[in-house]
């Protein structure tokens, strides 16, 4: 089993969850802040199989897109989302 832990701009997050549920993935969702713009984003939290790891980041690609941002003189080209992929020894649903 892994945990996803993915972090998408809020942009995107409702658009994101509503494709997971449409998938079967329940998700659960928390506010975050991202420290490199200091934007709001979505952190999600989604268990399942290890079999379905690629089908569920596909649903999040499936859902975003990069975009560009004037930070200073520059622009700069943030994702949408950062995925970590964590193993799971156990999980328990009380």
Do not use: P, W
Not at 12 to 17: L, P
Not at 22 to 29: L, S
Request: glycine fraction near 8%; charged fraction near 30%.
């Amino acid at each position: 089993m892994k945990l996803i832990i993915a972090i998408v701009q809020d942009e995107f997050s409702t658009k994101v969850i509503k494709s997971l549920m449409a998938h079967k993935y329940g998700t659960t969702k928390l506010s975050s802040t991202g420290g490199f713009l200091k934007s709001g984003n979505t952190t999600l939290l989604i268990g399942v199989e290890d079999r379905k790891v690629d089908e569920v980041i596909k649903v999040i690609e499936e859902q975003c897109e990069n975009s560009k941002v004037q930070k200073n003189k520059d622009g700069v080209t943030v994702g949408a989302a950062n995925i970590f992929i964590l193993d799971m020894n156990e999980f328990k649903k009380i």
